[in-house]
C-alpha cells in the first residue's frame, strides 16, 4: 500500500488537501499522514480536520514534534500558542491585536530558531520511519524551514516532492500583482540551482497552468488535476 506525508500550513491548505485525502482514506488504498508546518494549536477549530479525526480517525500532528527539545520547551511552545490565538480569536480590540500580533511574530521566529539548531535529524527520522511514496505540500518554498529540511532528505532518498494549490489562482497570465512574478521567478531559479525544487506542480487548470509556465516551472513537471 503506498504511502504519502502531507504537510499543512494554513485554513488554504486544509481546503484544498481535504478533498483529496477523503478520497485516499475512503478508497483505503493508500496510508495517509498529516502534519502541520504551523503548531495544530494555531488550526483549529476546524471543522474539516474534525471530519477527518472523526471519520477515519487521522490526526494532524505537527512537524517539528520529533525535534529534540525537552518536556518543558514543548509545553511552554503550546501554551504560548494557546495565548496568541485565544487573543486573536476572542479579542477585538485592535491595539490589544496589533501587539498580540508583534509579540506571535517574534515568538515563533524564536522557536523556529531554536529547532533550527538541531538540524535536520527530525527530518530523516520522520522520513525514515515512513519511508512515503511521495511528499505533498502547497506551493511554498520548499527551501525555506522547515521545508527544506525535509526537501533535503527526501531528493537524497529519490521521494518526489509534488506542490499542491495553496489556494485559487484569480489572476491571468497577462497580471502582475504586486510585482511578484519577477520575484517568484527568481526564486524558481534559486530552487533548481540548489537541487530543491518541486517533482511536480499541481495546478487547478489551464489559467494556472499558462503562469506557472510563465514563472519559469518546467512544463515537464506540471500536472492539472482541476477542481476536486
Known amino acids: 500500500m503506498r504511502k504519502y506525508i502531507f504537510i499543512i500550513r494554513g485554513y488554504n491548505d486544509i481546503d484544498h488537501f481535504i478533498p483529496l485525502l477523503d478520497y485516499l482514506l475512503n478508497k483505503k488504498k493508500s496510508i495517509v499522514y498529516l502534519y502541520s508546518s504551523i503548531h495544530p494549536v494555531r488550526l483549529y477549530p476546524n471543522e474539516n480536520l474534525e471530519y477527518l479525526n472523526k ?16 518536556f518543558v520547551f514543548r509545553k511552554l511552545e503550546f501554551y ?4 496568541i490565538m485565544f487573543f486573536k480569536n ?4 485592535k491595539l490589544i491585536q496589533v501587539i498580540v500580533n508583534k509579540i506571535g511574530a517574534f515568538g515563533i ?6 529547532y533550527k539548531k538541531n538540524g535536520d535529524s527530525w527530518a530523516k527520522e520522520l522520513i525514515s520511519k515512513v519511508n512515503p511514496n511521495a511528499v505533498i505540500y502547497d506551493w511554498t518554498n520548499p527551501v525555506k524551514f522547515p521545508y527544506g529540511s525535509v526537501t533535503k532528505i527526501c531528493k537524497a532518498n529519490k521521494i518526489p516532492i509534488i506542490a499542491f494549490p495553496h489556494g485559487m489562482h484569480t489572476n491571468t497570465p497577462d497580471t502582475d500583482p504586486r510585482g511578484m512574478n519577477s520575484l517568484i521567478k527568481k526564486k524558481i531559479i534559486d530552487w533548481t540551482d540548489k537541487g530543491l525544487n518541486f517533482d511536480y506542480f499541481i495546478s487547478h487548470g489551464k489559467n494556472e497552468t499558462s503562469i506557472r509556465k510563465q514563472l519559469g516551472v518546467d512544463p515537464s513537471t506540471l500536472v492539472e488535476l482541476g477542481s476536486l
Open 80 to 83: 504560548f500558542y494557546k495565548f
Open 109 to 114: 521566529i524564536s522557536i523556529n530558531n531554536s
Open 55 to 70: 471519520t477515519y480517525n487521522v490526526e494532524v500532528k505537527y512537524l517539528l514534534e520529533g525535534g529534540d527539545k525537552g
Open 90 to 93: 476572542k479579542v477585538n480590540k
